[in-house]
T-cell receptor
Framework: GEDVEQSLFLSVREGDSSVINCTYTDSSSTYLYWYKQEPGAGLQLLTYIFSNMDMKQDQRLTVLLNKKDTHLSLRIADTQTGDSAIYFCAESKKSYQKVTFGTGTKLQVIP | SAVISQKPSRDICQRGTSLTIQCQVDSQVTMMFWYRQQPGQSLTLIATANQGSEATYESGFVIDKFPISRPNLTFSTLTVSNMSPEDSSIYLC????????????FGSGTQLSVL
């Protein structure tokens, strides 16, 4: 199957860390992505990780992959009000293949 | 990254009419896709737009309802035919390009409301 599940909502205080979790069912997924969608906008690719990696860090963003448990997480350090958005986890089997999206997590940052 | 221009950005249409959405990519494209995002929902893939041949549709989507063209590498259109209020959604064009190292990038979407 190709289900990708996320919790619907997360609320954090400005300056704290946010952790958004994602579970996918297809262990053959090769590429895993995190996208951000602000109100009224398209999707912005934040970061991605290959299935042969456990972790990837990019400035305030840290992606952790547990392939055995098919679990992916996105940690945002020092969360800012501008980080308020919907975050989508996504997966694809390989290059040039369709990308399947998760249900999305709405992140609310409280000043 | 790639710039993906999509138009119109929004439209309000009457039941029974059709709307064609255009998508233009500014760099060499390997794959193009059309997604739908219903209100408060995630993205659902409608079809893969194939250059010079019929699009590849996902389960639940058919060519008669969502005809797609891709006359060249960087341009595609999606038509939403015989619209009903259930077609009210955001429609998103997306592409993988050489410039994006095959990662999927999105246009800004078309917000469609059907009365």
């Amino acid at each position: 199957g190709e289900d990708v599940e996320q919790s619907l909502f997360l609320s954090v205080r400005e300056g704290d860390s946010s952790v958004i979790n994602c579970t996918y069912t297809d262990s053959s997924s090769t590429y895993l992505y995190w996208y951000k969608q602000e109100p009224g906008a398209g999707l912005q690719l934040l970061t991605y990780i290959f299935s042969n990696m456990d972790m990837k860090q990019d400035q305030r963003l840290t992606v952790l992959l547990n392939k055995k448990d098919t679990h992916l997480s996105l940690r945002i350090a020092d969360t800012q009000t501008g980080d308020s958005a919907i975050y989508f986890c996504a997966e694809s089997k390989k290059s040039y293949q369709k990308v399947t999206f998760g249900t999305g997590t709405k992140l609310q940052v409280i000043p | 990254s790639a710039v993906i221009s999509q138009k119109p950005s929004r439209d309000i249409c009457q039941r029974g009419t059709s709307l064609t959405i255009q998508c233009q990519v500014d760099s060499q494209v390997t794959m193009m896709f059309w997604y739908r995002q219903q209100p408060g929902q995630s993205l659902t893939l409608i079809a893969t737009a194939n250059q010079g041949s019929e699009a590849t549709y996902e389960s639940g989507f058919v060519i008669d309802k969502f005809p797609i063209s891709r006359p060249n590498l960087t341009f595609s259109t999606l038509t939403v035919s015989n619209m009903s209020p259930e077609d009210s959604s955001i429609y998103l064009c997306s592409a993988m390009t050489v410039a994006t190292n095959e990662k999927l990038f999105f246009g800004s979407g078309t917000q469609l409301s059907v009365l």
